[in-house]
């Protein structure tokens, strides 16, 4: 199907409503990840407006990471009952226990069907919430072996990019959030619609989820023997 005739057969199909809930500590380079894939406005080439995001949190204003600033005009947490799909807080300081708040409103949503997602360590949260139990998660390869101490009872996928298990999903650290995304918006929309986010956003259209989150890759001693620099 090309795209003008893509974009005429889902012109008249409601936007996908995404909420991005951020708590104390979430980290903006997973937040910014989201808001770039499903926060972007209507574009000309695809006609439609596929996604419909918002941000919401527990507080009027919530400290980031390392308290580098804060957010301030975030919607109410209520409104995370309108979302089809909510993004879980992520925090660095694993140590630190989600808002009560935070952690009902994610059950809550779960109860409904909604769909939700865990970049880096919002498994954590998600765990915390008590949703993984028995389940598969993907999580930076630094906390594998801290989150299988904290949460046994969760499968963790070693070394993959993300997870997909049907209604959560689970990523691992960083530009694996983009991977992510790309890939709800292939199960939400067709890879037509994913190759064009990715290509707006100048990135790998497609790494699969099973995918090494990184390959050792070592370096041969220095010598004084020309071919080294070849060899390098």
């Known amino acids: 199907m090309s795209q003008d005739s893509y974009a005429a057969s889902t012109r008249r199909r409601r936007p996908h409503a995404v909420a991005l809930l951020v708590d104390e500590g979430s980290n903006p380079f997973e937040m910014s990840c989201a808001i770039e894939v499903f926060g972007a406005r209507r574009r000309p080439q695809l006609g439609f407006e596929p996604y419909r995001a918002w941000i919401a949190s527990p507080a009027g204003s919530v400290p980031?990471?390392?308290?580098?600033?804060?957010?301030?005009?975030?919607?109410?947490?209520?409104s995370l009952d309108r979302a089809d799909t909510i993004i879980v807080p992520n925090r660095p300081d694993v140590d630190s226990s989600s808002r009560p708040s935070v952690i009902e409103a994610i059950r809550r949503a779960h109860r409904r069907g909604a769909r939700l997602i865990g970049l880096c360590t919002g498994a954590y949260t998600l765990a915390e919430a008590g949703l993984l139990t028995g389940r598969r998660a993907a999580v930076h390869w630094l906390l594998t072996e801290d989150f299988s101490r904290r949460?046994?009872?969760?499968?963790?996928?070693?070394?993959?990019?993300?997870?997909?298990?049907?209604d959560i999903l689970t990523s691992a650290g960083s530009s694996a959030a983009l991977d992510l995304a790309l890939h709800v918006v292939r199960k939400?929309?067709?890879?037509?619609?994913?190759?064009?986010?990715?290509?707006?956003?100048?990135?790998?259209?497609?790494?699969?989820?099973?995918?090494?989150q990184f390959v050792e890759r070592p370096l041969p001693e220095a010598t004084t023997v020309p071919l080294a620099a070849t060899l390098r």
């Open 64 to 78: 980031m990471r390392d308290g580098l600033f804060s957010l301030t005009g975030a919607e109410d947490i209520a």
């Open 151 to 166: 949460h046994p009872d969760v499968r963790v996928e070693p070394d993959v990019l993300f997870v997909d298990d049907d």
């Open 188 to 212: 939400d929309w067709g890879a037509e619609i994913a190759n064009h986010v990715s290509r707006r956003l100048v990135f790998s259209t497609f790494r699969d989820g099973g995918q090494t």
